[in-house]
């Protein structure tokens, strides 16, 4: 028996959940998988996976396994890296999940010039906004646009996510500008739909407390791009991150307004498992973004807004 690959494919099985899983990452048969975990539970003279027919889980045994197997594999990466890093180029594929806009506009660019850089790196990306598990569906690292509470996960926050409210110049010359949120109301609103309900739009008011924004919803999508358009279009007012409406205001196709409103801020992050042990290349990855996004962010620069604007997201 193969230690390290038996010990490899079962650390692969727990962190998919499945043999069939592991079989397509690993790139063998799914015999192979099952004879290995069969192998190696018969060297150790313990069940380390239970099996139903339907499911997978890992026994108490499997569990102790899995963290001291994983730390291992890690050390052993770590040390290889560490002999022959300073002797050759990054290379390798790192696999990456991020939301489609923030995708599209901002780390498109990114991603160019580190492959540019970095001529022997490859990406596999995925692009979606509903949140993936970055185990499960074995990515090296993700960004996400969130506030990220208490998590499994590490993060290195890459850059504030600011949001601001804009129509088109027609649809505030045939229905007026809003001068508080509240007047909203009467006010046809388009709603980006990959968020909670209760976390649609709010605003802090002048005591510090959330306030929930209410409108008539005239579209609602679970894309911020189509959102932008439709506002330029002059179907409604939209309340966007500012990443994705910078341009469409600096060419005065939206129109920013209540300005002086506090809207909810996020911020971008970089985000991989705990368990999951870092190449030098997503190491580099990581470093490269928060080099390219450190300070204020340029889109937010791009930002023309009202007075006040800057004193709303302290």
């Known amino acids: 028996m193969d230690r390290f690959n038996a010990m490899a494919t079962f650390a692969c099985v727990a962190d998919v959940g499945s043999i069939s899983g592991a079989a397509e990452r690993l790139g063998i048969a799914k015999s192979a998988v099952s004879r290995r975990l069969r192998d190696l539970e018969n060297h150790l003279g313990v069940e380390l996976i239970h099996r139903t027919t339907r499911h997978l889980a890992l026994t108490p045994s499997g569990e102790h396994f899995y963290h001291r197997a994983t730390r291992l594999l890690a050390d052993l990466d770590e040390a290889e890296e560490s002999v022959t890093r300073e002797h050759r180029e990054l290379s390798g594929v790192i696999r990456l999940a991020a939301p489609l806009s923030f995708g599209l506009l901002q780390l498109q660019p990114a991603i160019?010039?580190?492959?540019?850089?970095?001529?022997?790196v490859t990406f596999d990306l995925n692009l979606d906004d509903h949140e993936v598990d970055l185990?499960?569906?074995?990515?090296?690292?993700g960004v996400r646009l969130a506030s990220l509470p208490d998590s499994t996960l590490i993060a290195r926050k890459l850059a504030p996510i600011r949001s601001i409210a804009a129509a088109s110049p027609d649809y505030l010359a045939r229905h007026g500008t809003p001068r508080h949120p509240s007047e909203l109301v009467s006010h046809d609103c388009l709603i980006?739909?990959?968020v909670p309900a209760n976390q649609v739009w709010r605003y802090r008011d002048t005591q510090g407390r959330w306030q929930p924004v209410t409108g008539h919803t005239r579209l609602?999508?679970?894309?911020g791009d189509f959102l932008r358009e439709a506002a330029i279009r002059g179907a409604g007012i939209v309340i966007e991150p500012t990443f994705l409406l910078h341009q469409a205001l600096a060419e005065g196709r939206l129109v920013p307004i209540l300005t002086d409103t506090a809207w909810p801020e996020i911020g971008a992050y970089a985000v991989y498992p705990q368990t999951r042990h870092l190449s030098a290349r997503v190491r580099a990855f990581i470093d490269f973004l928060g080099q390219r996004f450190a300070g204020e962010p340029y889109w937010d620069q791009l930002t023309p807004t009202g007075q006040g604007y800057q004193s709303k997201l302290d």
């Not at 160019?112 to 022997?120: C, E, G, L, Q, T």
């Not at 609602?220 to 894309?223: L, T």
């Open 220 to 223: 609602r999508v679970n894309n």
């Open 135 to 141: 185990i499960a569906d074995g990515f090296d690292l």
């Open 112 to 120: 160019n010039a580190f492959m540019a850089a970095h001529p022997r």
């Open 192 to 194: 980006y739909s990959n």
